[in-house]
């Protein structure tokens, strides 16, 4: 058993916090009483009865926008209970989890900073994360003093954790209050072993949380997501959002499945209506039979293109080792000079031909540890997919047929700019 003790790895003054009362928390809205408590705008949004038909002419999502004057609900246990009911899948435990296990905020990245707020002290302590990985974590954690400790992820293809030096960094370095693990990975796709991840649970005397970022996890295999292993690990965190697999990056909607202790935490410092309503409509909407039939007609049709570039891009002239896993909806690939080698210079400048000159823009990953040489392609529609296929042939034809003996002057500061954007 892990030596997790809430008591003492939490920040002190959020242990004592007193969650903000909202108006809503009293008296909710049941369409009957008059609400004078909140200084809404009684009048109603400043919306005209023909934008809102227009807005919600067969839609199917149930919005209410004249109801949009007044606060949305600050705890969302109907969405949250949709969540639940699509992660209890009783793979990993026979237990459930419940609204009290979750924590709803603006995407994932709402989650990532709450998380640090609530266990780290500025100045003091680190997280610990294993490049290549998703840039958040290490902006979040500069934006909030926080240090790092970095473990490199095993070698590429795998790219799995390198448990035993976790394990001995966890051991050794001071501070350390929380680990974030990326699963399927960003940049690599590869979803990391279940097994791994228990080994640092278990760890005999890290008083710390492990944080699992499940992007991607609905392009894993069915039963891959360990949401629901929360009930089963005090010190475990998953996050999740809707904006993969769910298609729904523009409401901005994340959650973190944790512990009731721990979510409790999280919800107490979050702001007091950070969910907007719209937002929940359509995340309950998506995450409703009818939304989840959608998804995953979409994610065949993701997966039937997947296939496609894992088999036409290795025919291609110039296009090296996928670097990376399946798991996920993109593909780690190397770009390769015109001797045959993986190369960096080479992959800055298809990055750069295919964006500029083809309308086509793929992300330059070659500055990241282990991915020398990557492009990462997400995977489009069947005619985006065509026409990438049709450009990077010509685009790594016309680069290698060049002149490439002479590195430009600004290539350094170009490949830094090109890797250093989050997503």
Not at 51 to 80: M, N
Not at 184 to 191: D, F, I, L
Not at 250 to 279: E, H, M, Q
Request: proline fraction near 6%; charge should be negative.
């Amino acid at each position: 058993m892990s030596p997790f003790n809430l008591e003492t790895c939490a920040r002190p003054n959020i242990l004592t916090l007193e969650p903000y009362r909202c108006a809503r928390d009293d008296y909710k809205d049941d369409g009957t009483n008059i609400l004078l408590d909140a200084n809404e705008n009684a009048c109603g949004p400043s919306l005209t009865p023909s934008a809102v038909s227009a807005a919600s002419t067969g839609s199917g999502v149930e919005i209410d926008f004249l109801g949009l004057h007044r606060y949305p609900d600050p705890h969302q246990r109907d969405l949250k209970q949709l969540l639940c009911n699509l992660r209890n899948t009783h793979d990993h435990t026979d237990k459930s989890i419940t609204p009290d296990n979750l924590f709803v905020g603006v995407g994932s990245d709402e989650a990532i900073d709450a998380l640090l707020r609530c266990f780290c002290v500025p100045g003091k302590d680190r997280i610990l994360v294993c490049p290549p990985t998703y840039g958040m974590y290490s902006v979040s954690a500069q934006v909030n003093d926080v240090g790092l400790v970095k473990v490199p992820l095993l070698p590429a293809p795998e790219f799995g954790l390198d448990v035993a030096r976790i394990k001995e960094a966890l051991s050794t370095e001071q501070n350390v209050k929380m680990a974030y693990f990326c699963s399927p990975g960003n940049p690599t796709g590869s979803a990391l072993a279940k097994e791994d991840i228990k080994q640092i649970l278990e760890h005999p005397t890290w008083n710390g949380v492990v944080v699992v970022d499940e992007a991607y996890i609905d392009f894993a295999p069915e039963g891959s997501s360990l949401a629901e292993w929360v009930a089963e690990w005090p010190n475990l965190v998953v996050m999740q959002t809707l904006s993969k697999a769910f298609g729904m990056a523009g409401i901005r909607l994340g959650a973190a499945f944790a512990s009731p202790p721990v979510a409790r935490l999280l919800n107490s410092l979050k702001a007091p209506y950070n969910i907007s309503s719209p937002t929940s409509a359509l995340a309950s909407y998506v995450l409703s039979a009818e939304g989840l039939a959608a998804m995953r007609r979409n994610r065949a049709r993701l997966a039937a293109q997947r296939d496609r570039l894992l088999a036409e891009l290795p025919k291609i002239q110039g296009v090296g080792r996928l670097r990376g896993g399946v798991a996920s909806n993109f593909l780690l690939f190397e770009m390769r000079n015109a001797a045959g080698e993986p190369d960096n210079r080479t992959a800055l400048a298809v990055y750069e031909a295919l964006a500029e000159n083809r309308g086509v823009v793929v992300r330059f990953r070659g500055g990241e540890h282990g991915c020398l040489g990557c492009l990462r392609i997400t995977v489009g529609t069947e005619d985006e997919v065509t026409r990438f296929l049709q450009a990077i042939e010509l685009v790594l034809a016309e680069v290698n047929g060049g002149d490439t003996t002479e590195a430009p002057a600004d290539e350094a500061k170009k490949e830094a700019e090109a890797n250093g954007v989050v997503a």
